[in-house]
Each structure stands twice: as C-alpha cells, then as structure tokens.
C-alpha cells in the first residue's frame, strides 16, 4: 500500500475500517455469501418472469429495493475478491465502505415473510394504528430527557463528570431506557435521587405506550381470530352447499331423465291419438258421404213419390173420361144394334 494512502487511512478512518479495508474474509464466508447472493438473484429473476404485469411489479417499492439490493451485493462481491484494487484508490475503498454498509439493508428482505405468516401483517397493522401513542411516547419522552439531563447536569456542577448539558441528556435516554451502559454515572446524593426518579418515570412513560400497541395487537388478533372461524365456517357451508347442490343436481336429472321418458310415451300416445284422429276423420268423411248418399236417395224417394202422386192424380183424372168413352161406346152400340134391327 502506498504511503500517502496508508497516511490518508490512519488520520481519516477508525483501526476498525482500515482492518476491514485490508482485511480477506475467510473463503467459507466468501462462499456462504456467494452462495445467498445466487439464491436471491435467482429467486429475483425467477419472481420478475412470473409476474403477469412486469410495469406493475417495477412500480413495488419492496421490489425495487430488492433489484437495488442484489445490485449493491454484486459491486460488493466483486471488490470483496479484488482487495488490490480497493487500498490502491481511496475514492474505490470509499465506494466500497458505504455499498458493504448498505448490504446490511438486506435484513428488510425478510418482510417477504409477512406473505407466510398473516400474524406478521397484525404486528405491522397494530404499529400503523398505534402512530400516535408512538408519537406521544417520542415526544414525552424528549421532554424528559432534556429535563432530566438539564438536572443532573446542574447536580453535578462541582464535578466533572459531564462536560456538557448533552452528555447529561445522554445519561438520562440510557438510563429512562434502563439500558445503563455505565460510561456516566452519578457521584453525589442529590445525583442519586435525581437518577432512581429518572429510571422509575422512564418505566412509567415507556409502559403506557407499549401497553397500548399491544392493546391494538390484542384486538385485531382477536378480531383475526374470529374472522378466521367465520371464514371456515363460510367456506365450510359452501362445500355443504355444493353437496347438496350434487345431490340436488343428480335428482334433478333422474327427475328430467323420467319426464324425458313421460315425453317419449306421451309422444308415442301422441302419435297413436293422431293415428286414432286421423282414423275417426277419415270415418267421418265415410259417414258424410254416406250420409250424402242417404240424402240423396231420400231427396230421389221424395221425387218418385212425387211422381207417383201426380201419375195417381193423372190416372184419377183419366179414369172418368175412361168412363165417359166407355158409356159413349155403349150408346154407340146400342144405337147401331137398333139401327141394324
């Protein structure tokens, strides 16, 4: 390495990034990520080429972090196997350091699980409608901060044990956290009062709070709960309607299946009653024309007796000049007998 270069890292960097500037992973590290970095690759691809609407997808911030991400460990990988080229050029090691911080930042792939595991939306749904205890947590708990911080400053004015109001504010945030790292604390009485007060009110401001995010929890949990009974219950009573619906469907064709046969027979009736129709027109055509015939004989006795009334009426009629001619005749003979005497 270059002198200026390793000058520039010394004065400008911790020991800790120059170690991770100069530093090869081990090779089984090297290839574990290799290895995590194929398998989200490929899962990427794999995700793009199945997703129907491709525009729909590039407009998913989580999906365009993951592109991002899979980007950034690829530039990554790629200097982590040419360290050479990293502690030649400041700029490179720069460009280097800030992508391997960003790589943290693959972490929020897991929020992928929240697809899996419906408890993980009720988690991320309690913290959305619990945005306001959250604010009223933050903001109480800066007040007291600055207040406590601004106390134990003032306590401990006669030592030195805190430069500055900041460093005070500092000790109040780890110690209302019940974090206590150690690096201030307290040295006289009144210090000691000021800190228990400061602890016991941090427990009281940070309890409130997270009593009511897990309230929210609680309850669409719960809500969850029932939710889900009722849909099994839903999707259970339409499986028991679609049976019945089957059972219903197969009575309903063996019951179109026997009118079907009812239609048959009643077309074959149909049929005879036809047959049986067009049989009795026919008879009645017989019978009228037979009856035709009756008339006519009837209308041709009518006639004849007709006839015969005025042949009767005829010979009465020439009966008696029968008669007459007869009686003429005999005086005709008798007159010629006594001429002939």
Known sequence: MPNEIKTYLEHKYSPILLLLGRTDPHPALLAVDAFCMAVFIVELIVHFCAC?????????????AKILLCIFM???????????????????????????SIS????????????????????LLAISHSFWELVLLLFSFSIL??????????????????????YAMWWALVTMTTVGYGDFYPTTT???????????????????????IASNFSLFYSRNGFLTKHMN???????????SNGDLTKHLNVVKQEHEKSNMKNG????????VKQGSEKSNTRNG???KYFNAGKQWREKSNTRNEDLTKHVKAVKPGQEKSKTRKWRCIKILNNVKQ
């Open 289 to 291: 024309n037979l009856t």
């Open 233 to 243: 219950a839903v999707k259970q009573g339409r499986e028991n309607a679609n049976t």
């Open 104 to 123: 943290v930042f693959r972490l929020i792939l897991i929020f992928r699980l929240r697809k899996l595991y419906k408890d993980f939306d009720l988690l």
């Open 74 to 100: 690829i530039i990554t990988s790629g200097l982590e196997m040419n360290k050479s080229l990293i502690i030649q050029n400041i700029q490179l090691l720069k460009f280097f350091l800030i992508l391997k």
């Open 52 to 64: 129907p609407s491709k525009s729909q997808y590039l407009r998913s911030k989580f999906n365009v």
């Open 268 to 275: 074959d009736l149909t049929k005879h009653l036809n047959g």
């Open 190 to 212: 009144l210090s000691y009062f000021v800190g228990g007060v400061c602890a016991v009110n941090g427990l009281i401001v940070i309890a409130l709070p997270i009593a009511a």
């Open 145 to 166: 901060v600055i207040v406590y911080g601004t106390i134990m400053f003032s306590t401990e004015l006669e030592t030195d044990t805190f430069k500055n109001p900041l």
